[in-house]
């Protein structure tokens, strides 16, 4: 039988003043709902949370003089956590975003830190935090500051609480959507001394929901077979090598004034994703078309997100791995390899003349990933994962060493070469004269 709000209260007290007498120290809440559990036989209630993050207002300035570029990040028990978009030039900013997580602990503390985004900073500024309850209704909740705790502003949001309907200790904080990404570009795509496709400067990284439903605890180390991963993760040098690797990576994926935001509903916004950029001499007759292109991507187990980039990307010169610059160096990742879009019938029998909503597409997508070589058996999972999130999509999943993979790829980068106007340089990573690469402001930024 439940029990009562206010004998829990005093259960959870009582567990946390036994913690303290006895000097047993637990890294979590989640240790505390667990032990008051055990000890006082109670039922923890479980519920599932839609979160609306509504406002800020009044913001402190970080800066003497300007507005501001604020965003936040917000968890649940430092065990899920949500990143906003960023907000230009406003003390009261409006987001308007969703965050639906389940089978959440309804003691659990929602804890959000206000930030703000500099242009040309390497971090961001801390404006303040706050922290409350997941009890429902819409909180008004002062913001302060980390040192003094003097207040930064206010900030609005609404909680949605229903009770789970799911076996809480499988699947505990389970995200759930909406599904939202950001696009990140290049630090150096500013200063190229050539003209390119814009796309080979840029990564996304959508969010998605279910890794832990399709995958449970399964993971793909690193390659230890694998030269170009030994380099990385193994030996006296690797350490170099990583930290090389790292700094790439959070130049790339930066939060800055340029990132793109968005939610994704269904296949078609994926697909949105992949249309044809603009080329730095302005040309864009194919901006709106989906571009015949290969892409890097992994699963990474850190966050769950899908992160990915044309292969041909400009900044993966002189990096020792794609793969690695995308997963911040892992040692292991849910899942990696390449994808690419075609239309229904291979690219070998498309032709512009068809406007793209009349044909049906699809994602190829398949495990070539030499620093991680996951293990081809699961991309029937990664389908399932992809097909769960993007609603509508056909996924064809293809192991690397499967002939009519090599066939889909080589008709999707013909097309591109013969069709719409890629050179054979922009097919992998390739630096033209004069150009500044991610590699050279990495070993740039060790010297100052």
């Known amino acids: 039988m439940p029990s009562h709000p206010i004998c829990l209260r005093a259960a959870m007290e009582n567990a946390h003043h036994s913690l303290q007498s006895s000097k047993v120290k637990f890294g979590s809440h989640l240790n505390a709902i667990e032990l008051a559990t055990k000890e006082f036989n109670i039922d923890t209630k479980y519920v599932d ?23 936040f990040r ?30 959440v602990p309804s003691t659990a503390t929602l804890s959000v ?6 242009s040309g900073a390497l971090v961001d500024n801390d404006i303040g935090v706050f922290r409350t309850t997941v009890s429902p209704g819409t909180k008004e909740v002062e913001i302060v500051g980390k040192r003094l705790g003097r207040s930064k502003g206010t900030f609005w949001l609404n909680i949605e609480s229903s009770p789970s309907a799911q076996n809480s200790t499988s699947l505990p904080y389970l995200f759930d959507g909406p599904i939202h990404y950001s696009r990140h570009d290049s630090p150096t795509m500013g200063v190229l001394t050539n003209l390119r496709d814009t796309r080979l400067y840029s990564t996304w990284k959508i969010y998605i929901k279910g890794v832990p439903r ?34 790439g990576h959070h130049m790339l994926y930066a939060r800055t004034v340029s990132n793109g935001f968005g939610v994704i509903t ?52 002189d990096f020792a791995s794609k793969h690695a610059l995308h997963s911040n160096c892992a040692e292991s990742v849910v899942y990696s390899g390449e994808f690419h879009p075609r239309p229904e019938g291979g690219w070998e029998n498309f032709s512009d003349c068809t406007d793209d909503s009349g044909v049906r597409w699809e994602l190829v997508i398949d495990n070539d990933s030499g620093t991680y070589s996951p293990n081809p ?32 790829v080589d008709a999707c980068r013909e097309y591109a070469l013969t069709k719409r106007g890629v050179k054979r340089t922009e097919l992998e990573p390739h630096a033209t004269e004069g150009e500044e690469t991610l590699s050279d402001r990495v070993s740039a930024l060790k010297k100052t």
């Open 266 to 317: 269904n296949a078609d916004d994926v697909f949105k994703l992949l249309r044809g950029g603009l080329r730095r001499d302005g040309s864009n007759a194919f901006e709106n078309r989906i571009k015949p292109a290969v892409y890097t991507y992994v699963i990474t187990e850190e966050d769950n997100t899908f992160r990915f980039s044309e292969t041909g990307a400009a900044f993966f010169v």
């Open 113 to 118: 830190v206000v930030r703000e985004v500099e």
């Open 49 to 71: 949370l839609v979160i609306r993050f509504i406002g800020a207002s009044d913001l402190a300035r970080v800066h003497v003089i300007g507005m501001m570029n604020p965003c």
């Open 214 to 247: 399709f995958f449970g605890d399964t993971v793909q180390r690193w390659n230890h077979d694998y030269k170009g991963a030994q380099a990385i993760f193994k030996g006296p040098t690797s350490i170099a090598v990583r930290s090389g690797i790292m700094a």
């Open 377 to 408: 058996d699961l991309l029937a999972k990664v389908a399932q994962l992809l097909e769960h999130n993007f609603t509508g999509i056909n996924v064809v999943a293809l192991a690397e060493d499967d002939p009519e993979l090599k066939k889909s």
């Open 74 to 103: 917000a968890t649940l028990d430092d065990k899920v956590s949500y990143t906003s978009s960023i907000k230009l030039n406003t003390l009261s900013p409006v987001w308007d975003e969703t965050w639906i997580v389940k089978t």
